[in-house]
């Protein structure tokens, strides 16, 4: 039989609880679970001698089993006279004591602060199915009713699913009220006495009537599920809201796996219980072709600190194919959250090990161990070594982060886009960075493992290393200049828009001794941070212009003509609601194009980094690019959207691809001073290999 309303607004009719009740006959209906699923949080906020109000009783269990428990000052009602008949009928002789009265709890006839406890078990959720007018001022009935009914220090419990508008109206009603609010999570979405299942999991509220006294801050809490951990104490209702919420998307996260395998990637944040900071992200990946067996159905994957920003860690594509290549039906991959402190891989075992099973595939044996992965013997290393905040990208930390091996990095990070570097440059001893080799002084010294980790405390600076691809493959667009033979010495001017740490321009600076490098960074906490933490200085050779790049490049274009060799954009995005995140679309209009054409050389080149996922607005934007430089070099990053377009003012500069990796192999010859660092894995002419002409 569906006892189901056909459309929310019948919860809150009585006439549709008065033909509910007459279809049920007297089963007992447990709306969000019974006594034994409450009476823990119950017995914690009733006593024995309360006068307890339960509003919206219908034929429920609860009052009774209340009762034969020692709360027998119980007084029911409900709007049903099917439902209060029936209850008379069972308990008057049972249980004395008890009353059940036919009445509308939006309007009691009982005397002011007359209760110390009001329990309400759906009753909210039934009369507030949707937020139409009516409807809310039902609602605010009800609420203000049983503030009215209550005691100072009386508790109104209300068990609720929370939805949405429901808990916005809870929450925001009483804590307006200057009430205590406390939220318990009672279950993950099933009610085992009644069988029911929901997908969204039930709440114990429990708002505390208090006088307000000036001064004295607002308890809000969310208690947590764990004995005898602190409650989370929110700072405003909006974070105590959040709470919640969160706590509903992974009771649906795990409804969600535990019905089938997904195809789609599932990721989730797990909070600090005390601060409400986030720890740990998963990641949750089904491979349903993997030949599922005893031993291989679930594992974790811990990705070490500093890692996880890495391809195969950072990025969707990335963590399929370590899924792929680690072979389990089911991988959770874990990346630990900066801003938190992690003794061991032992003691992250431990302390995720209830939370894991909780999203394991059905079917797991009880007794399965579940094999905790990771790349590397540790947890890794990361250290914030500053953290500040940009007027226009917010919050940011530079850290130093162990990479592979003993590889140490130092990256500018967004915490808008966590997963996302911003900057990064490779640490090396500052013996290196002398180019000398080690004197053997004495025995000692001589017996050294040669592969010894050095400190991060005593790294510095490597200015030869380029760590984005994009980058290497932007230097090598250089070999397209004229007279490539002669250009390391030869005198270039380069504008580049977009500083970040100032790698590329550094880059420029110091092996194209020739160069005079402009740069435009229109966020003054860039530059801040490039200076102080990446090495970044100016010379006569090397400016920096803190504007807009728009505005700059289009008065410079008013002005004169023919300024730059080379003019390169590497900015990105700041709107994430376009397509494309590189750079912002201003970047690539029309007339903004021409004014680029206007400052650059008959024989320069204008390179672009393009970062564009909508493939229509891809198409647009290079017959737009095609209309104002007729000759283009794209070259594609494999395993990244990037794609570095090379173009040309004129179509006299075409170049085969044989020609362009030879003037590319020349170039490095000449790039590699004596006595200079070089990075030996950045080989120029392979940034040519598939480059194309669009």
Known sequence: MDLLPKSSKEFSSSEYWEQF??????????????YLELCGLLH?????????????????????????????????????????????????????????????????????SHFQAVLDKGTLDAILPNTEERTLETATKLLVEIGRVLQCGGRY????????????????????????????????????????QFPLPVFFFVMTKVRQMPGFPQVLEM????????????????ELLEAVKERQHYSLIRNRLNQNQNSQEVSLDLCDGESGRTRYTFYVLDSPTVRSSHANQFAIFIVPQ???????????????????????????????????HFESMEAIQTELSAKVLELAPSGLADNQQIPFLSAGGDIGTRTVKFRGRSELSGEFVVEDARGDGTSYFRRLIF????????????????????????????KKKQQQPADKEESPSSLIIDKSYLSCEHHKIMISGLALLHNPGVLPDHHISVLVVGLGGGSLSLFIHDYFLGSRVEAIEIDPSVLDVASSWFGFSQDERMKVHLADGLVYINGLAGKEKAVYDVVMFDVDSKDTCVGMSCPPPAFVEKNFLQNVHKILKNNGIFILNLVCRDAVLKRQVMSVIHEVFPL???KKIEDEVNEILFCCPNTERKINPTDLMESAKHLEKTLKRPGALWDETYILADMFKSIQIV
């Open 44 to 112: 914690k906020y009733i006593k024995p001698k309360d006068k307890v109000l339960v509003v919206g009783c219908g034929n429920s269990e609860l009052s009774e089993r209340l009762y034969d428990a020692g709360c027998q000052n119980l007084t029911n009602i409900d709007v049903s006279e099917v439902a209060i008949r029936q209850m008379n009928e069972r308990n008057a002789k049972r249980r004395p004591m008890m009353t059940y009265q036919l009445m509308d709890a939006t309007e009691t006839t009982f005397p002011e």
């Open 21 to 34: 009740f007459r279809r049920r006959g007297e089963q007992a209906f447990e709306w969000y679970g019974g």
């Open 157 to 196: 419990m209300c068990v609720s699913l929370a939805q949405g508008h429901v808990l916005d109206k809870l929450v925001n009603q009483f804590s307006q009220g200057g009430w205590m609010v406390r939220v318990h999570q009672v279950s993950e979405g099933s009610s085992n006495e009644s069988g029911s």
């Open 632 to 634: 283009i070099y794209a």
């Open 415 to 442: 915490l808008s886009n966590q997963n996302v570097v911003q900057s990064e440059a490779r640490l090396l001893p500052s013996s290196t960075h002398r180019g000398q080799k080690k004197k053997k002084k004495d």
């Open 306 to 340: 500093g890692r996880e920003t890495e391809w195969l860690f950072g990025s969707e594509p990335g963590r399929r194919q370590l899924a792929g290549s680690i072979g389990f039906r089911r991988l959770i991959i874990v990346a630990l959250h900066r801003d938190q």
């Open 223 to 238: 208690m947590s599920d764990k004995e005898g951990a602190k409650p989370l104490r929110c700072s405003s209702p909006d």
